[in-house]
């Protein structure tokens, strides 16, 4: 089976640290959409989204990636999500998005990231040392229940 994870990480590379973990752990491509949004999924059976939540969503460039043209429905797909309070889905939308499609939802993965966000900031931020060693483990973890 092959995996390919893309990804935005722009706030303080925590959905980046919970991807690698991911990729390593089952040999998994990581295409950065920040670097290039040239992407060929064409070869790949599992595809994982990837970011921090902005306003209660995943990133802009990670929902209109799932509204464009570069996932086909005999994918699966699943969502990966870093944000400063994990006690709310923000997989939601984006999940959504892939029922519209006809595209293979599997799950969502979300963990706690640090977040220096607006008022945040004042305080030293929220989450911090987020995603820790204990989140990477649960991440790996649930990429391998993702490809077995
Ligand atoms: C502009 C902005 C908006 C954010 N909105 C939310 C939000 O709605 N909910 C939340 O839990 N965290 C929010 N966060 C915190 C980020 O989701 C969190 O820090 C995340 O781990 C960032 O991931 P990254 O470092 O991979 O970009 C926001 C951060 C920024 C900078």
């Known amino acids: 089976m092959k995996?390919?994870?893309?990804?935005?990480?722009?706030?303080?590379k925590n959905t980046e640290k919970v991807v690698k973990a991911m990729?390593?752990?089952?040999?998994?491509?990581?295409?950065?959409?920040?670097?290039?949004?040239n992407v060929d999924l064409s070869t790949y059976d599992v595809v994982g989204l990837a970011s921090g939540a902005f306003f209660h969503n995943m990133h802009k460039k990670i929902i209109d990636f799932?509204?464009?043209?570069?996932?086909?429905?005999?994918?699966?797909?699943?969502?990966?999500?870093?944000?400063?309070?994990?006690?709310?889905?923000?997989?939601?939308?984006?999940?959504?998005?892939?029922k519209e499609k006809n595209i293979s939802y599997l799950s969502t993965f979300e963990c706690a990231g640090f977040d220096t966000f607006g008022p945040f900031k004042i305080f030293g931020g929220i989450a911090k040392n987020r995603?820790?060693?204990?989140?990477?483990e649960k991440a790996k973890k649930f990429i391998?229940?993702?490809?077995?």
Do not use: M, R, W
């Open 66 to 98: 799932v509204k464009s043209d570069k996932l086909n429905s005999k994918q699966k797909v699943f969502l990966v999500c870093t944000c400063g309070s994990p006690f709310i889905d923000h997989t939601k939308e984006v999940a959504k998005i892939l």
């Open 23 to 37: 990729a390593e752990e089952i040999n998994a491509d990581l295409f950065n959409l920040n670097q290039s949004g």
């Open 131 to 136: 995603p820790n060693n204990k989140d990477l």
């Open 3 to 12: 995996v390919a994870i893309v990804y935005v990480s722009v706030h303080h």
């Open 144 to 148: 391998k229940g993702v490809v077995k």
